[in-house]
């Protein structure tokens, strides 16, 4: 269907992108709405869409033209108060963005993430000794997906022990409150105000370790590079999106591999392919589904136009197996290169946290590897909806083990 709109005619979907049948499978509406054309105008929700990954890649890089101050959700902050005080980072456009995202980028950076290497590989032995020792069927999410980033992460940002368990709870409902105000947020809602106290709590200097992510954002205080306001703020940044998006990310990895034998392989063979694996899994999969972006002027989209203050969906996950960009797009291939995907977003708010996530994967992905002969799913599995997370609640798998370890 198309309406008649400015130059031309708009595609119309009538589909919710944040429905039950399409969270249980989002594929089909991907495809549907990159053959409309690059852009779609979603009824259910009074929005646009992109769905190609020339325009979703052409939008997240133009922060210019498609800001996140009114919010990365369906939730327009010009006219809704947010649920939660506003990120410094992921909804704030420059120069108020830029402070804190310089902290994060030295914090989070590859250089920093040096002396937590050794240590996190040693973890994911640990942990992977532990459940082999417990039999060869287990269930990839709640026996590795989940505990892994458990034990290292919070660790790393020096959070104390008590309440951790609240750390996934609250980024699901993080994670759907992007989303409208269906079934998916009422069933999160009346744990949220004490979820969100339990997290803000954990952001003050005096509970934090002294050497951990959270002590070095207020180290950045202290220099002045953030204010003492804004230092709590960014380490709430870090227990918002650092833990589910991980444990999805390493489902994401877990399953591809346990459905497809001939990439295990591979993988065994030069267990120096467990980053781009992991890269490979998070374009296949696309953890983080959507968020959206808002015009910030008419923006002309092939023969439409966008109008200033609308929300735009982008669909990173149609993006990353658009075949106008990618070759046999739904295939999950060590050898093709992933890079380019939007998986962790584009441009100036593309993920700041990539580089723990990939030491994760590795972490994980070279210690089962090296005990792991072959891994097989071992029963049916389970999807967890969440109205913006690609998500697993139940991966059963069975593994058969490396004799001579
Ligand atoms: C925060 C940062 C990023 C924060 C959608 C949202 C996010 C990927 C997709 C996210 C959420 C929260 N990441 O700074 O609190």
Sequence with gaps: MTVTQGYGTLPVNDADP???????NPLPLHAELRDAGPVV???????????RYEH?????????????????GLSNFRYEKPWRPPSLLLEADPPRHDAPRRVLTKVL???????????????AERLVDEVLAGGDQFDAVTSLAEPFPLRVFPDAVGIPNHGREHLLPYGDHLFNAFGPPNDLVAKGAPRAAELSAWVNAQCARDLLTGDGFGAQIWAAADRGEITPEQAPLVVRSLLSAGVDTTVHGLSAVLYAFATHPEQWRRLRERPELARVAFDEAVRWESPVQTFFRTATNDVRVGDHVVPEGRKILMFLGAANRDPRRWDDPDAFDLSRDPSGHVGFGMGIHQCVGQHVARLEAEALLTALARRVRRIELDGPTRRHHNNTLRAWESIPVRVHLEKSI
């Excluded at 944040?18 to 249980?24: I, Y």
């Excluded at 979703?56 to 990365?72: C, I, K, P, Y």
């Design 56 to 72: 979703v890649h052409a939008a997240l890089a133009n922060w210019q033209g498609f800001q996140s101050a009114a919010g990365v």
């Design 41 to 51: 105008y979603l009824t259910m929700y009074d929005v646009y869409a992109f769905a």
């Design 109 to 123: 950076g590859p250089r920093a993430l040096r002396r937590l290497r050794e240590g996190w590989h040693a973890d």
């Design 18 to 24: 944040f429905g039950h049948e399409v969270l249980e």
